[in-house]
């Protein structure tokens, strides 16, 4: 219900700006905004955006629709699709869907292929005259065998009976398909049916591995038929598939064709078998020859006229289907307009906007439960809160080298298997975090360890960047030094030097970092020099007059007057870690929101792809929300000269 709801009100709000918004221009004089009195004539632009916005809302929400408002449309139009892919190798013998006859287009293409290797023997100079003239009989008796297969006398009356069979099968079809009672199934059947479709579950249902913790998408679009039109279509579809089978195993063959086609290949083998190594040219288009011939033989052809009949019947059968669908069409049309639901083997998926623009509510389901432990993807949540011994922070922050410089050694074991500590060997446990303090929260999961790989390579690009940008502005030879070296590796795209650092620094964090490290570093330094270079000599003379040093100007009129270049160039550097940093993880990870994308990908997880791009641009949003608070708030001169 609350679908139904959503949607009229989404459609009425959207309509009613449309219908607003294009009085509200008619009625202005003036643009308030350009002064242009003939840019608000006639609300052409609010047409063009809300008829986007419009398609835009359809587009997400009509799969949506569909389950609020049709919920077993799916199911039914799995059943439809049951019965197209059935008829589609039928339909597909005949000019119905396409332009002629399967046999006419076999036959055009067959003559082309013999024409083209005709010719190539001609022109060949690694051919012998003689062998040519034996090659060019055995195209000439190729081609013979197409009349053999089209000429209407020679149909043999087993093979005209077999297709007259074939053709009363598709009229009973569809005689039987246009009663109401089609297929008669029994009450047993019937509870049968219905205990498989409860067991099966809804359309687009999320269920979690209990064993594994993981999410997984069991069922794509229900495939047991679960209304009495789904049953007729999917007992036709039976039928269908055995209709279709028999026909595929008739073979127009009549005995002048066995006998011309055995001739042809006794004769190729016995020519091939008495050619030397260096005739190899010749014996390779024999080859092709009886390719050919062998193509001809296993084809559907048959005399022009032969198939009309079941041409006529399976339109008949199709143009039944079509009607028994009703309303069904429409809903097909309207609510699936990106695709519709095709069925492919034992399973149906839904090809349209359903499918790669999943509705909110089943998105925000997913993170809810990829951010729990107990549930996660791969055994690992989004984020989620751990309480971890202060000690493994403090034995993470501190390098175990701070022992190893102390004087004295470490202690030994008595003989009684006793250690007992000295000073160097309680630091050392302090280092490594051997020791037990307060418990405190840490987040972990994909979304931190995506976020601390770009914080940190951001970091350590700003640490260097920065410094080593505003010696440049400050030096000639700094910057004649270091700027071919920087502007040498900056064009160079961050992926070329992912498969490197990767192989050489590992798939862990330290290779990402590193990476992250190299991006941020050169956006870090060409901002740094542009805001050092920038600043204004009559700043600089001024600071002098007044008796400050270098130290003092550097501090005081430098630094502040490349802080708005700083950060400027921060917020550039976390878009490109960003865009790294995911693809890094798509190449090499077991973690982090690359990681995520790149697994639901290859499973077609529609909804974790736009969970992760969802939370790609919530975080890139916050840092830039913040980098623009912390310009605002503590560089108020930006701007001002």
């Not at 297929?183 to 219905?194: A, D, F, H, S, V």
């Amino acid at each position: 219900m609350l679908t139904q709801i959503v949607t009229f009100l989404i459609f009425f709000a959207v309509i009613g700006c449309i219908l607003y918004g294009r009085r509200l221009i008619k009625t202005e004089k003036i643009d308030a905004v350009f002064g242009n009195p003939e840019r608000a004539l006639g609300g052409t632009h609010w047409v063009i955006v809300g008829s986007s916005f419009l398609l835009l809302v359809w587009l997400y929400y009509s799969w949506d629709i569909a389950k609020g408002f049709y919920p077993k449309s799916a199911n039914e139009l799995c059943q439809v699709a049951k019965v197209n892919d059935s008829l589609l190798g039928l339909k597909y013998q005949f000019p119905i869907e396409e332009r002629e006859l399967k046999s006419t287009s076999q036959i055009k293409k067959e003559n082309k292929n013999l024409k083209l290797i005709l010719e190539e023997i001609k022109s060949s100079e690694e051919i012998s005259t003689q062998h040519k003239s034996i090659l060019e009989g055995f195209i000439i008796k190729t081609n013979q065998l197409i009349p053999l297969l089209t000429n209407e006398d020679l149909l043999e009356n087993e093979t005209k009976q077999k297709i007259i069979n074939i053709t009363s099968k598709i009229n009973l079809l569809t005689e039987n398909f246009q009663k109401p009672d089609y297929p008669l199934e029994t009450e047993q059947e019937l509870n049968k049916r219905l205990q498989a479709v409860s067991e099966e579950g809804g359309w687009g249902i999320t269920k979690v591995n209990a064993g594994s913790g993981s999410i997984e998408n069991t069922l794509e679009v229900p495939l047991v038929p679960s209304t009495n039109r789904g049953l007729k279509f999917h007992a036709a579809a039976q039928e269908l598939n055995l209709i279709s089978e028999e026909f595929f195993k008739l073979r127009n063959h009549n005995p002048q064709f066995k006998n011309k086609i055995k001739e042809i290949k006794d004769s190729v083998k016995t020519f091939r078998k008495d050619l030397n190594d260096s005739e190899e040219v010749a014996s390779t288009y024999a080859k092709n020859i009886v390719k050919i011939a062998r193509r001809i033989e296993f084809a559907s052809i048959y005399p022009p006229n032969a198939l009309d009949k079941m041409q006529s019947a399976i339109v008949k059968f199709d143009n039944a289907q079509l009607k028994a669908q009703g309303g069904l069409r429409f809903i097909d049309i309207f609510l699936f307009p990106a695709g519709t639901i095709v069925a492919s083997g034992s399973s149906c998926s839904e090809q349209g906007s359903g499918r790669w623009l999943p509705k909110p509510s089943d998105t925000f389901n997913k993170f809810i439960l990829m951010s729990k432990p107990s549930v996660g993807y791969k055994d690992i949540p989004l984020l989620w809160i751990q309480m971890v011994d202060l000690s493994n922070v403090v034995g993470f922050i501190l390098p175990d080298w701070i022992a190893d410089i102390l004087p004295g050694e470490y202690p030994i074991h008595t003989k009684d298997g006793v250690v007992e500590q000295n000073f160097k060997g309680k630091v050392l446990k302090v280092v490594t975090g051997d020791f037990n303090l307060l418990k405190i929260p840490v987040p972990y999961g994909h979304i931190w360890d995506s976020f601390m790989r770009v914080f940190l390579g951001l970091v350590f690009g700003i640490i260097i960047g920065v410094p080593l940008g505003l010696f440049m502005g400050l030096n000639r030879f700094a910057k004649g030094f270091f700027d071919p070296l920087i502007e040498l590796y900056r064009p160079v795209p961050p992926l070329a030097w992912a498969p490197l650092i990767i192989s050489v620094l590992g798939i862990d964090n330290t290779g990402k970092v590193f990476l992250l490290f190299m991006v941020s570093l050169s956006i870090m330094i060409i901002s740094a020099r542009a805001g050092a270079s920038g600043t204004q000599l009559s700043k600089i003379h001024a600071a002098h007059s007044l008796g400050a040093s270098k130290k003092q100007i550097l501090r005081y009129v430098i630094f502040p007057n490349s802080l708005p270049e700083i950060l400027t160039g921060i917020r550039v550097a976390v878009g490109m870690c960003w865009g790294t940093l995911v693809a890094a993880e798509f190449l090499a990870g077991t973690t982090g929101i690359g990681f995520v994308e790149n697994v639901a990908k290859k499973y077609f997880q529609y909804e974790v792809i736009w969970i992760t791009i969802f939370i790609m641009g919530m975080l890139g949003l916050l840092f830039d929300i913040t980098l623009r608070k912390l310009i605002d708030k503590y560089i108020p001169w930006r701007g001002k000269g």
